[in-house]
């Protein structure tokens, strides 16, 4: 089973408990996450960015001072923007918040119910699904030799053919390359692929 079928089966796990949305920010470096996924509403997330909230929202200051989980009744952390009040008047009434991770990698997550708390075994089990996506999306500790001149050749903006002949190889061989780079990386397309390789300074 591939990486993203097997993130793909969390998520339709955490959709069955969380079904009013959630946010999951996975490995959290240099201020923003190498994977997310959101399915709050769309109204709250324009308003969330419009106002700036990600920079002083408690959820995101206990997921980095903290791990496990908590529900956001039973915050003790300061909320002097009232962005859980503002969060409640577009439907996220009740939530829990879940980090792990170490700091300089974490993952946080939060998952929202209109009508009810979650029950802890609904957390554990939300808890348990983020702890896997941490791990299936930890980042590789290196590209091959191959698979980083394949990356070069098209972040310097070569087509397939020509980085092909620069390297010496057949076309098919070149693709095969970046396949296996978009592959390792855990990314959709060659610049999704770019750009995480140079966030974690593989490249």
């Known amino acids: 089973m591939s990486i993203h079928t097997e993130i793909n089966k969390c998520l339709r796990e955490i959709g069955r408990v969380a079904t009013d949305g959630y946010f999951i920010g996975l490995h959290i470096r240099f201020a923003a996450p190498i994977m997310q996924f959101q399915t709050y509403p769309e109204a709250w997330t324009d308003h969330y960015t419009r ?3 990600a920079l002083r929202d408690p959820t995101i200051a206990w997921g980095f001072s903290e791990e496990g989980a908590c529900r956001w009744s039973e915050f003790t952390l300061p909320d002097p923007f009232n962005i859980l009040g503002e969060a409640r008047r577009f439907g996220l009434n009740y939530g829990v918040t879940v980090s792990c991770g170490p700091v300089t990698s974490r993952t946080i997550a939060s998952f929202t119910l209109r009508d009810r708390e979650f029950r802890d ?3 554990d089990l939300i808890s348990q699904q983020i ?3 941490h791990d299936l999306a930890q980042p590789p500790e290196g590209l091959t030799k ?3 001149e394949a990356l070069r050749c098209i ?4 087509r397939h053919a020509a980085a092909a002949a620069k390297l010496g190889i057949t076309q098919s061989a070149f693709k095969a ?3 296996s780079a978009r592959e390792r990386l855990m990314a959709r397309t060659t610049a999704e692929a770019i750009q995480r390789a140079k966030e974690y300074r593989l490249l």
């Open 121 to 123: 075994d609904e957390i």
């Open 146 to 148: 191959a698979q980083i």
């Open 131 to 133: 702890r896997r996506l």
């Open 155 to 158: 972040a310097a903006g070569d």
């Open 51 to 53: 106002q700036a909230y």
């Open 177 to 179: 390359r970046l396949l």
